[in-house]
Nanobody
Framework: QVQLVESGGGLVQAGGSLRLACAAS????????MAWFRQAPGKEREFVSL????????YYADFVKGRFTISRDNAKNTVNLQMNALKPEDTAVYYC???????????????????WGQGTQVTVSS
């Protein structure tokens, strides 16, 4: 079973920053597309960002472009999500996901990923 462990969530004021981390085994880290999703209370889980294992290419949801940055730390087998200029609407549980092969046309869909972390709460106060 794939184990993904998120960390870095917390409470921050609007305009502030947080850095999330998702730790995975070396095998998973090097062979899987790694993604971040989030889910706010009463809402569907939504795509935030991903980084491809093969190309290193990154993708972002429109609502985080220019504010969030996803990166891979090869030394630590970790995928980081740097979140700047946070807004109250960014409040959600953030989940890390991994999958070996994700088609481009479904890469933003939660059902394309079968491996998930436990989630980390991010709360942005106004």
């Amino acid at each position: 079973q794939v184990q993904l462990v998120e960390s870095g969530g917390g409470l921050v004021q609007a305009g502030g920053s947080l850095r999330l981390a998702c730790a995975a085994s070396r095998r998973i880290f090097t062979s899987n597309t790694m993604a971040w999703f989030r889910q706010a209370p009463g809402k569907e889980r939504e795509f935030v960002s991903l980084v491809s294992a093969s190309s290193g290419r990154t993708y972002y949801a429109d609502f985080v472009k220019g504010r969030f940055t996803i990166s891979r730390d090869n030394a630590k087998n970790t995928v980081n999500l740097q979140m700047n200029a946070l807004k109250p609407e960014d409040t959600a549980v953030y989940y890390c996901a991994a999958e070996t092969s994700v088609p481009l046309n479904t890469m933003t869909l939660p059902e394309s990923y079968h491996n998930w972390g436990q989630g980390t709460q991010v709360t942005v106060s106004s």
